[in-house]
């Protein structure tokens, strides 16, 4: 079973568009320390905690089918936890420095990437990684599109619920697999062959994150179709219409 199969297992749903910002954006311990502080760094960090010994747990799996088994248990509790840090973050912390958080966080990951993961996992895997950080950047601003342009119209929510939960199951997917191969670099654990390919094969559902994001961007703010007004000619514009036909004929 590959992961856009996997995701499908597991439905979920949000509550709002804003939690997209965060969701996908986990501060790391690092830059949590930089620009939280109180007992919101501490539930971060907590957090991070939690999501590392899960993680670590999986990428120590020596085959592909056992780390399916890991990724297939752990997930739900992996998009729990990631969404209950979203749903504390939101009221208490301002929204321009959850994007700051999200930024430096994808900054972080992208320089960590670049440095190691060669060396690590191969010029592929690293050039697949850095990719998917790129992808989940664009998924958040579309998320900043969403979430300034309001609700959505009542006759819309249902479709938006779908949508939210469909983007929110992959982009969750590639992120975890994001968190599998920069937790090998920083734990300097190594990643059997079948088990980086299926995380290779994870990290491709940020592809279809950004589809579902698209769409969430059409329902809240659809482009409107340009209507075109008549345009009323009197026997002056008629006149001049029919010449310059003529003189197209001639040139011709």
């Known amino acids: 079973m590959n992961s856009e199969a996997l995701v499908q297992n597991f439905p979920f749903a949000l509550n709002r568009q804003e939690e997209t910002m965060t969701l996908i954006g986990l501060p790391s311990r690092k830059v949590a320390r930089q620009e939280l502080s109180g007992a919101v760094d501490d539930v971060v960090k907590a957090v991070a905690a939690l999501i590392q010994k899960m993680v670590l747990s999986?990428?120590?799996?020596?085959?592909?089918?056992?780390?399916?088994?890991?990724?297939?248990?752990?997930?739900?509790?992996?998009?729990?936890?990631?969404?209950?840090l979203s749903s504390i973050l939101q009221p208490l912390v301002p929204r321009h420095v959850i994007e700051t958080l999200v930024n430096e966080s994808y900054s972080e990951l992208e320089s960590d990437f670049r440095e190691h993961a060669t060396i690590k996992f191969g010029s592929d895997i690293k050039d697949q990684a850095l990719f998917t950080v790129w992808?989940?950047?664009?998924?958040?601003?579309?998320?900043?599109?969403?979430?300034?342009?309001?609700?959505?119209?009542?006759?819309n929510k249902k479709r938006d619920g779908e949508i939210a939960g469909n983007y929110a199951n992959r982009a969750l997917m590639a992120r975890f697999n994001i968190d599998c191969l920069v937790l090998a670099i920083h734990a300097r654990k190594n990643i059997h062959p079948e088990v980086l390919a299926l995380i290779s094969d994870g990290l491709r559902c940020a592809v279809d994150a950004y589809a579902w994001l698209r769409q969430a961007v059409d329902l809240y703010a659809p482009v409107e179709e340009v209507q075109l007004v008549p345009i009323e000619f009197d026997d002056e514009d008629r006149e001049l219409t029919a010449e310059s036909m003529i003189d197209l004929d001639e040139v011709a």
């Open 135 to 155: 992808m989940l950047r664009k998924t958040s601003d579309l998320a900043g599109i969403v979430i300034s342009a309001g609700k959505v119209a009542e006759i």
């Open 58 to 84: 999986a990428i120590d799996k020596r085959t592909g089918e056992d780390f399916h088994a890991a990724v297939e248990e752990s997930f739900p509790v992996y998009t729990r936890l990631i969404s209950s």
